[in-house]
């Protein structure tokens, strides 16, 4: 169908009977009866309300009420050039009452309570402008939301359930939700909104971000004992009690877990012992030992360069040096061009380039927050922050669908570092985030995370059952303050020098998948007789694990979690949803078909991938 101006629409959803109730005099409330519809525009989804007829209450004489939204964020008086936090009204032949903004546009639907009489919607916007109610007298307020729901993000503010909150399904919402707040500064300082709408866009920002004084700056202040209650607002489709869980369900055996066996790790892997693994072309030979070497011990600082560009998948294990000098120019010339792609947009087609303008101005304002205090970023007009600046955006170019999400600058900011050149640290980034998966931190349906969560919560249930019945009693079992460990793998919780050494550890992908989930029970269990020695409740336990950040010890650290792993590998019991989490099969766990007894680390079976 076609409307007015020659737009062409389409009717997605129609109810009638939908009624707004006002006061215009003496005699009481005035009804306007009206259809609202769903419609499908060029640019959207919008939401619109038309009367039928006026009651006969409403007299033409009386002062004229009509409302229109306006630039699709508020409404106002039609006859007023007069009006309170929204644009001046401009002439409209809608009629009275009449209203349409677009969905994405909404911020909060306010819902009735049942049992109450007819039941009605209010539309608040972003701007915070209240539309007015719509009564629906023949019902139907119940499917309209769920057409809603087809095309934004709907879920139910849990501390307020009459108040639902809209979030669009869009990677730019995402991003969105990392830049709109920042808590728990390095000074401890709690920044942050209490508005249900924040909360919940917010939601990857307050998990993830405890200390990012390097980030946005708040608009509002709270003391830390209301974190508790914002963190109830985060949205039903990052809970780990929804129906999405039924995937990972299981059945927790009554038995536990053997004793925890004592782990020796060894020193850093040197450079003497690097070119041992380096045959006379320059091959990297023997690849399993050698990651086994840098698993148990991680390396030397003056060797990460070289061999980050291996086990980062730029350079594979086969190659000799002429062929990676062939491939670094190939690679050289490929970033160059994609650089070149959003380095020559003009000025005046970054005006009609939204996505471009948006995400570069998200970048500009991460990166210049970014490990400043770190010599390497430190002091004005640092040459460092504009490559820094340059990467990120050439990884919008190398990754259009995804483009630039907060977080992202703090897995660059080390590999830069190691790097220091360009070329090297972009592709080394693209393979930390493509190559080994962690991309998936970042998809804008946030299904990854939510996995990361559920697949932790069930392992701490057999891995810690104590720990998990007590966060349980606390309401902390969701894990969310694990949800920074887990989106940039700790980058916030260790100095520079120890991520580095994390990371390399994780990379090696060893002594099993998801190693990043052991290190998470690994930290937790060194903290769980303190939280109930001191009976620490969900806001005393979110406070205490921010508070760790920079004072966790590595190597204790990595001991316990692969202390954890052997304990698994060795628990005939463990369910097959778990087995399948850290990736053992069943002559790994426990006994194998013949009847011998499975390998005592799964390091030992690793094929050569230089093969």
């Not at 570069?360 to 490990?371: G, S």
């Not at 007009?381 to 820094?388: G, Q």
């Not at 994390?502 to 060893?510: H, K, P, Q």
């Amino acid at each position: 169908m076609m409307a007015s101006g020659d737009v062409e629409t389409q009717v997605l959803y129609e109810q009638s009977g939908v009624f707004i109730h006002t006061t215009q005099d003496e005699a009481g409330d005035v009804l306007f009866g009206g259809k609202i519809q769903v419609i499908r525009k060029s640019d959207g989804a919008y939401i619109e309300w038309n009367p039928i007829r006026e009651i006969e209450n409403h007299s033409p004489e009386k002062t004229e009420t009509d409302w229109t939204v306006v630039n699709a964020v508020s409404y106002q008086r039609e006859n007023s050039k007069v009006t309170e936090n929204v644009t001046v009204a401009q002439p409209s032949r809608r009629s009275r009452y009449a209203m349409s903004f677009p969905l994405v546009d909404t911020k909060t639907i306010r819902r009735s309570k049942r049992g109450l009489g007819w039941s009605y919607l209010m539309f608040v916007l972003k701007d915070g402008v209240s539309l007015p109610p719509l009564h629906f007298h023949e019902g139907g307020s119940t499917a309209l939301v769920k057409e809603l729901k087809k095309h934004v993000i709907i879920s139910t503010n849990l501390t307020d359930s009459c108040q639902l909150i809209v979030l669009p399904h869009n990677t730019d919402a995402l991003t969105q939700s990392f830049t709109e707040l920042k808590i728990m500064g390095e000074t401890s300082a709690t920044k942050f909104f209490k508005d249900p709408y924040t909360a919940t866009m917010g939601g990857f920002s307050k998990v993830t971000n405890f200390l990012r004084d390097t980030l946005t700056t708040p608009t509002a202040s709270r003391p830390f004992d209301e974190y508790a209650e914002l963190m109830a607002d985060l949205p039903s489709i990052l809970s780990v009690n929804s129906e999405a869980e039924q995937s990972y369900e299981m059945v927790v055996p009554e038995s536990r877990l053997g004793p925890r066996p004592e782990v020796e790790r060894r020193d850093p892997l040197t450079k003497a012992e690097w070119e041992s693994h380096l045959d006379k072309e320059g091959r990297v030979i023997e690849v399993p030992e050698l990651l086994k070497k840098i698993f148990q011990g991680g390396m030397d600082p003056s060797i990460r360069r070289d061999v980050w560009k291996f086990i980062l998948k730029y350079y594979p294990w086969n190659s000799t040096r002429t062929e990676r000098i062939a491939l670094r120019k190939r690679k050289e010339d490929e970033y160059f061009c994609m650089k070149a792609q959003w380095k020559t947009i003009t000025p005046e087609q970054e005006k009609r380039f939204s996505t471009i303008r948006e995400r570069k101005n998200i970048i500009d304002k991460d990166v210049i927050r970014t490990d400043r205090t770190h010599a390497y970023y430190e002091g004005e007009h640092n040459p460092h922050l504009e490559i820094l600046n340059d990467v990120l955006m050439t990884y919008c170019q190398y990754n259009f669908d995804l483009g630039y999400v907060q977080g992202m600058s703090d897995l660059l900011s080390p590999i830069l570092m190691i790097m220091e050149k360009e070329v090297d640290a972009f592709w080394c980034f693209a393979g930390f985030l493509d190559e080994l998966g962690l991309v998936m931190n970042f998809d804008m349906e946030q299904e990854g995370m939510r996995n990361q969560l559920m697949q932790l919560n069930s392992m701490m249930q057999i891995v810690d059952p104590k720990l998990y019945s007590y966060l349980q009693s606390k309401e902390c079992s969701n894990l969310y303050f694990c949800f920074r460990w887990l989106l940039i793998w700790f980058k916030r919780e260790f100095t520079m020098d120890n991520i580095c050494r994390v990371w390399e550890v994780m990379w090696t992908g060893l002594p099993c998948k998801n190693f990043h989930f052991l290190m998470c029970l690994a930290i937790l269990d060194g903290e769980r007789d303190l939280l109930e020695r001191e009976n620490y409740d969900f806001n005393d336990i979110l406070k205490h694990v921010n508070e760790l950040s920079f004072h966790i010890d590595i190597e204790v650290i990595l001991r316990r979690a692969e202390g954890i792993y052997l304990q698994l590998l060795e628990y005939p019991d463990l369910p097959q949803a778990l087995r399948d989490v850290i990736g053992l099969t069943l002559e790994e766990n426990g006994t194998a078909e013949d009847g011998s007894h499975a390998s005592e680390s799964s390091i030992e079976v690793l094929a050569d991938p230089s093969e």
